[in-house]
């Protein structure tokens, strides 16, 4: 089966937390804090799997999560950092964030390896947070949660060349004639159900892979049929082949066909509908009425296309077209592998603005450093809350607050606490 879109839960480890220790020495309060720092949870990565072509497996493997940090102890010892882990999938695959559909990662180099998500922070022990007028410090910071995430995987095809046009139209007879590759056919609509791939050698020693691309029709672009699922595969091909039948055999109209394919891959993505394209005209050795081939040479003419006549049934014009291509591919320049509106923009502080926002009596700061102190902090000890509003100060979240209006009295809300604001 090939699979070439899923859904999977992600989750980088967690940090450990920093411990609550005093040694015991005579003369220094408290025995001298000396609690260690947790350590750094696992991060997420993403590499390029050489030997795989599909993402099957991950049909029956939905979760993924890597190795959490463990807690710091007495003695300044360190947490031990968690073990990262290592996603590997096809060459080709397009990793998203399914909530915001933003592009995370695009592996489609050998042995390309991408950070996705990030491990949370160790939490640190007390022994710093000791100062002159606070000896024996009784908190320590807990570890930061990792990032987790649902996760979009796509997997779209690495091929040169991309067989388009509408069903039974001998794609996959041409595919079968100038590669090894073996797809079923047969004399009905949607003989191919998934993309076929084959690699064409020349009789001058080039090579080049061709993709079969199925189920692209009238409304494909609005997912009818299966043309939504499978346009994808031609994005990041250099060159199309418009195979279109010619022959009349079926009472289709091969001038209506080309406009029909070309308009649901401008609907599609406008990039692609200016992608290198010849024509095709197959089936010629049934052709019945030769004004068919005629108007579509006309129409080809007006859209300054190249136009083909071959037979992938009898081999008639073949060999002819794949030297052509031959020669095109090496003027080509291959696509930008990476083309979407947002590239990978990939940062741990990319939510770091904090915001106040009013609502009643109530005041609700949210961003993402203030939310990792909060969690950090131990709510039910004095000199931890000291700590907490001393780092709201750096942060700026008390001049914010000031400016947003907060009187003393108000309610301050961070997460799920509910603060009372005080001068």
Do not use: C
Request: net charge negative; charged share 30%; proline share 3%.
């Amino acid at each position: 089966m090939f699979t070439d879109y899923v859904k999977i839960t992600a989750k980088a480890g967690n940090g450990g937390n920093g411990a609550i220790s005093f040694r015991r020495e005579k003369y220094v309060a408290a025995g001298g804090p000396d609690g260690g720092d947790g350590g750094k949870g696992g991060d997420v990565y993403f590499q390029v799997d050489p030997n795989a072509n599909t993402l099957i497996d991950f049909r029956y493997t939905k979760k993924f999560k890597a190795e959490s940090g463990k807690n710091g102890e007495g003695a300044n010892k360190y947490g031990k950092s968690g073990e990262d882990l290592i996603i590997y999938v096809p060459i080709g695959t397009v990793i998203k964030d399914a909530k915001t559909n933003r592009v995370l990662a695009d592996l489609s180099h050998e042995g390309q390896k991408e950070l996705v998500l990030k491990g949370g922070r160790g939490g640190k022990g007390n022994s710093h947070f000791a100062t002159a007028t606070r000896q024996a410090p009784r908190f320590a910071q807990d570890g930061e949660d990792g990032e987790e995430k649902e996760l979009i995987l796509e997997l779209k095809l690495l091929a040169d060349v991309g067989l388009i046009g509408f069903p039974n139209v001998g794609k996959s007879t041409f595919l079968s004639r100038t590669t090894s590759a073996t797809p079923k056919i047969a004399d009905y609509h949607f003989t191919t159900l998934e993309p076929n791939l084959g690699v064409v050698k020349t009789d001058y020693g080039d090579s080049f892979v061709i993709a079969d691309i199925p189920g692209i029709i009238e409304g494909a672009s609005e997912g009818t049929g299966l043309g939504l699922q499978f346009l994808r595969h031609i994005e990041r091909t250099r060159l199309l082949l418009h195979v279109i039948d010619v022959s009349g055999s079926e009472g289709r109209n091969p001038v209506e066909d080309f406009k029909k394919i070309n308009t649901e891959l401008k609907k599609y993505s406008e990039k692609l509908s200016k992608r290198k394209q010849i024509i095709v005209a197959n089936k010629i050795d049934i052709l019945q009425d030769t004004k068919l081939y005629e108007e579509l040479e006309k129409t080809a003419k007006k859209n300054n296309l190249e136009i083909f006549k071959i037979s992938s049934a009898t081999g008639e014009g073949v060999s002819e077209l794949i030297k052509h291509i031959s020669e095109i591919l090496k003027v080509l320049p291959k696509e930008e592998l990476l083309d979407y509106e947002e590239q990978k923009v990939y940062s741990l502080e990319d939510d770091d603005e904090i915001t106040i926002i009013k609502e009643d009596d109530m005041y609700i700061v949210k961003g993402k450093p203030v939310e990792r102190i909060m969690k950090r902090v131990n709510i039910s000890d004095n000199e931890s809350l000291y700590y907490f509003q001393k780092s709201l100060d750096e942060l700026g979240v008390n001049q914010k607050l000031k400016a947003a209006g907060v009187q003393p009295g108000d309610i301050v809300k961070i997460l799920d606490y509910e603060l009372e604001w005080d001068e």
